[in-house]
């Protein structure tokens, strides 16, 4: 078909269904190759860009004042054809064709649309591209073609099959179809939309194919027998197949006969609208799949342009007389004279050019579902506003060389392909069309799913669309409740290798399988599942540790000697206990001070030693409780002072009881004198002082400090104080059994002084008492692990407090509360008479 014009451009459709060649002799000129199989719906894109160009020429502000022609060429689905077809447009050497009174011949053509076929085009474009003649296809998907250093000059209004991969895995992981199989057909279409998905899939690393299986070119039953049981075992239950129609059938012939039901069908563009598969006897096996389809558009009057279409009867219409004449034979089923020897005795019409379009059933007049042809659309309009912006350069700041701008009467193709590059437009329908540095159109797709009605019908319902934005990148909309679903659930299909690993747990992947092929392990204890990354768990920070089904951090449990528990309740009521015994007996010396048993054991002394002892009482106190920086700077500095100025009593009163002794004996009388009571008060300061100066260094030099240990149990934090120096803390208590070693060996020989109230030998036994408990303190003390070695400190002080009160105070107590007629001045010194 062809039309004149300032500007011709070029097109290729599938006019015819299948081609045939003559048998070529090598002796002869061969004849033309001859096509037949009318295809309506390759005759209805033909005339969409018929309708584009007619369009174009009555839009005054695109291409004013500029005619557009075109001539278009059938390809009858034979790369041969079509190649040589392609090439007659760019060289205008096809037989010569009257095209009006003034011109003859058919002129070159400066841009092509077409072809449908990425076969074709990768043929043509080799060619073409050669010459940077452009080429905008509405239908070659092949995502090979997006490679500019082999075609240069091919663009396309169709979206590349990488982004249907794309758009195909979007789908997957929308609904959580990890686990898929791959049909393709074996043909640069199917071939290079499995490397597309190999690709993708490596990367993304979510999705996995159960299978890639090639479909064959022939018929081949048991080839598809083989990959239809494949498919029938497969735990894969979403399918995905690149393939064209015609290999659909054959394939889903196995599946009816194998009775393979259950599957989830995904299908390219080449059969998402195959009403062919659309039948009773398929449905209930391809029911509810889920489709990529072509963009659909509107194109206004369009339809009024088709009903305009009428057979050339006179052979003198600007368009080619065959294909019209062709299409309208088809449509009315009649011939035109003269017509085939028997067609009128056969009972057959003669088309008389009359008929009426809009009373016949055509599928050219269908204009509900436009996709292929929308693209023929807007690559028309692409060439169009390409060569608008030439035609708007202005003198002196083109882009070619010297600022130059192209000229219609003399344009080269590789002047418009520099535009076409760079062409930015809106259609009517509102979808954007630019090329990006490859050639390609910014890609939108329609998701479509096939609904089957209870009456048994078939629709293809749009739910959803993928598109790519210049702002907003890719996007994917699916509306899942207009979605079919062929199952009996009404659900989408789980297709999975291995179900999700439940939280807690970690992917061990199986060997020699896919990566979505894996079990799962429990994570470790201290360790939780991890979200983003599965293959690992990860450790719970210092302060956590992993719940009890590893599926998030908590706090760890935390130890430390409470008043909130029975131990520390039970040390904390014996030292408020021993504390008030103190205060009690502190309050019976004071109440009695003027009787002989308290005035004769130097109440001063005895009145320090019971504040002391109340003191160490006390200091256990520290040792409860979580531990605070200045507790455990205290609680040793405490616990130390408060013991050495109890033992420096201790000492000092043994002391004066050999003083006393001394100097009831003749010539004894100076014994007391240097060893008075400022002499007692001040070596028990004296010595207590050292006690405090060691603890200054000690707290100066390595302090204690509040410690979590996390060695002792790993889902617990125990808080402990750390000594800071063990050399401070051995000379603490090295001081303190220094002084109590002095006191009990300085009583020990004193026991046996003729005394009726001997308190040496009470010294003695408290001393005694006193230092046992610390030598057993030492050992369990290092072995006992957390708040024990606290419990065991605080046991060790509570039971050497009470050891020295009891032992010291407790006989006193009894001669003054139960025994008052020994509290006599004559019952103390008689009972000392009474030995020998």
Known sequence: MHKSGDVVLG?????????????????????????????????????????????????????????LGYSIYDHCVNVGISFRAALSLANGQEEQIILDDKCVGNPPVLGIVGDSSSTHCIAISNVLGLYRVPMVSYFATCACLSDRQKYPSFFRTIPSDAFQVRAMIQIMKHFGWTWAGLLVVDDDYGLNAARSFQSDLSLSGEICLAYIEVLPWDNDPSELRRIVDMMKKSTARVVIVFAHESYMINLMEEVVRQNVTGLQWMASEAWTAADVLQTPHLMPYLGGTLGIAIR?????????????TRPDLHHNSSYGNNTLNQFWEFTFQCKFAPP????????????????????????????????????????????????????????????????????????????????LERVNFTTSFGDQVLFDENGDVLPIYDIMNWLWLPDGRTIVQNVGEFKKSTSKGEEITIDEDQIFWNFENKKPPRSVCSESCPPGTRMVRKKGEPV?????????????????NSMECISCPEDFWSSPQRDHCVPKKTEFLSYQEPLGICLTVTSLLGTFICAIVLGIFIYHRSTPIVRANNSELSFQLLLSLKLCFLCSLLFIGRPRLWTCQLRHAAFGI??????????????????????????????LKWFGLMQQRGTVLVLTFIQAAICTAWLVSSSPAPHKNT?????KIVYECIVGSTIGFAVLLGYIGLLASLSFIIAFLARNLPDSFNEAKLITFSMLIFCAVWVAFVPAYISSPGKYADAVEVFAILASSFGLLVALFGPKCYIILLRPERNT???IMGRGTTKT
């Open 642 to 671: 408060s013991f050495v100025l109890c033992v420096s009593c201790i000492l000092v009163k043994t002391i004066v009881v050999l003083a006393v002794f001394k100097a009831s004996k003749p010539g004894g009388e100076s014994s």
């Open 516 to 532: 979505c092929c894996f079990d799962c392990i429990p994570c470790s204890e201290g360790k939780i599942s991890n979200e983003t």
């Open 296 to 308: 659909r558009g509107e194109i206004p009057g369009l339809r009024d342009f088709m009903l305009q």
């Open 340 to 419: 085939p020897e028997g067609w009128v005795e056969g009972g057959g019409a003669l088309c008389t050019g009359e008929e009426d379009l809009e009373f016949v059933e055509t599928e050219l007049l269908d204009i509900s579902n436009l996709r292929p042809e929308y693209n023929v659309y807007k690559a028309v309009y692409a060439l169009a506003h390409a060569l608008d912006d030439v035609l708007r350069c202005e003198p002196g700041k083109g882009p070619f060389s010297g600022n130059s701008c192209g000229n219609l009467q003399a344009l080269e193709p590789w002047q418009l392909l520099y535009y």
């Open 711 to 715: 060695q002792y149990h790993k889902d």
């Open 11 to 67: 097109g290729l459709f599938q006019i015819h269904f299948f081609s045939v060649f003559p048998d070529l002799s090598f002796t002869s000129e061969p004849d033309q190759p001859s096509c037949h199989g009318f295809d309506v719906i390759g005759f209805r894109r033909a005339q969409t860009m018929a309708f584009a160009i007619d369009e174009i020429n009555r839009n005054p502000n695109l291409l004013p004042n500029v005619t």
């Open 825 to 827: 001045k004559k019952a």
